[in-house]
Antibody
Framework: QVLLHESGPGLVKPSETLSLTCTVS????????WSWIRQPPGKGLEYIGY???????NYNPSLKSRVTISIDTSKNQFSLKLRSVTAADTAVYYC????????????WGQGTLVTVSS | DIVMTQSPLSLPVTPGEPASISCRSS???????????LDWFLQKPGQSPLLLIY???NRASGVPDRFSGSGSGTDFTLKISRVEAEDVGVYYC????????FGPGTKVDIK
């Protein structure tokens, strides 16, 4: 059973950098792509981006200038950094595994709420 | 960007009755490999999204066979043959042909 777990600060100040880590257990980080998705309170899902295990990335154009996704294969973890945050970045952040053969996000973490506030 | 729309946005359902949700994309999701790059998710209250259907019509592992996906190109449908009380939540379609985008969601609840 593949499990994903997000971790990181629940409160970030405006203009600072939001940093989250997703730990993958029950499976290897190889051969898949690793994604971040967010959901503002009471709203729908927004794709942030993914990194393929080989290192290639794909980002939402609306966030691309502020986002970096990276993978640490030695720890079976991947990370999200979102720079220069504002209150509009307040959301539940989900990490998810992408299966390239199914072209689908097949396993998701439980999500973590990040609030941007001074 | 490919824009996704869904209808209806709210769907009251009766247990035991069928239900259907429509999803449309601003560009064709049909790849030249013959697959439609369209997935369906269910987000139950307080939970993470759960993959139901991938590549337009393939049920994900463990998904009951009352759920089915159909369509091609720009028009897709998720059908529930007989709604159960546990099927309430918000249903999202998502395209994975280009940089991923989600539909706005359809909230399904019991009448």
């Amino acid at each position: 059973q593949v499990l994903l777990h997000e971790s990181g600060p629940g409160l970030v100040k405006p203009s600072e950098t939001l940093s989250l880590t997703c730990t993958v257990s029950g499976g290897s980080i190889s051969s898949y792509y690793w994604s971040w998705i967010r959901q503002p309170p009471g709203k729908g899902l927004e794709y942030i981006g993914y990194m393929y295990y080989s290192g290639s990335t794909n980002y939402n154009p609306s966030l691309k200038s502020r986002v970096t996704i990276s993978i640490d294969t030695s720890k079976n973890q991947f990370s999200l950094k979102l720079r220069s945050v504002t209150a509009a970045d307040t959301a539940v952040y989900y990490c998810a595994r992408g299966d390239p053969e199914a072209a689908a996000l097949d396993y998701w973490g439980q999500g973590t709420l990040v609030t941007v506030s001074s | 960007d490919i824009v996704m729309t869904q209808s209806p946005l709210s769907l009251p359902v009766t247990p035991g009755e069928p239900a259907s949700i429509s999803c449309r994309s601003s560009q064709s999701l049909l790849h030249n490999n013959g697959y439609n790059y369209l997935d369906w998710f269910l987000q139950k209250p307080g939970q993470s999204p759960l993959l139901l259907i991938y590549l337009g019509s393939n049920r994900a592992s463990g998904v009951p066979d009352r759920f089915s996906g159909s369509g091609s190109g720009t028009d897709f449908t998720l059908k529930i043959s007989r709604v159960e009380a546990e099927d309430v939540g918000v249903y999202y379609c998502m395209q994975t042909l280009q940089t991923f985008t989600f539909g706005p969601g359809t909230k399904v609840d019991i009448k």
